[in-house]
């Protein structure tokens, strides 16, 4: 059974962090590209950063330049998404997908997604 579990979400104040973490189970993440979103009430799911299959790319969408990192480790068959600085406007649940690639890019499309996790950003 493949599976994707996001965990480390919770209620943070601004300017605080959280280390969101992505596990998968039934399979390795080693050959697979890895991307993160986030879901807000009454908005639109967005792309906040992904990962190659490789870690060498890495891209962020503008909102969340400089203040998260996304990284990789293949020991705990684990994707991390450090987010610092964390904004009111942060607050959305966080999901994780993952698709089998062999690129050196950034997916564009995910076949396996997380339940998610809810941060919130509030004082």
């Known amino acids: 059974h493949l599976q994707l579990v996001e965990s480390g979400g919770g209620l943070v104040q601004p300017g605080g962090s959280l280390r969101l973490s992505c596990a998968a189970s039934g399979f390795s993440l080693d050959n697979h590209a890895i991307g993160w979103f986030r879901q807000a009430p009454g908005k639109e799911r967005e792309g906040v950063s992904c990962i190659s299959q490789g870690g060498s790319t890495t891209n962020y969408t503008d909102s969340v330049k400089g203040r998260f990192t996304i990284s990789r480790d293949n020991a705990k068959n684990t994707v991390n998404l450090q987010m610092n600085s964390l904004k009111p406007e942060d607050t959305a649940t966080y999901y994780c997908?993952?698709?089998?690639?062999?690129?050196?890019?950034?997916?564009?499309?995910?076949?396996?997604w997380g339940q998610g996790t809810q941060v919130t950003v509030s004082s």
């Open positions: 997908a993952a698709v089998f690639s062999f690129s050196y890019y950034c997916a564009r499309d995910y076949d396996y």
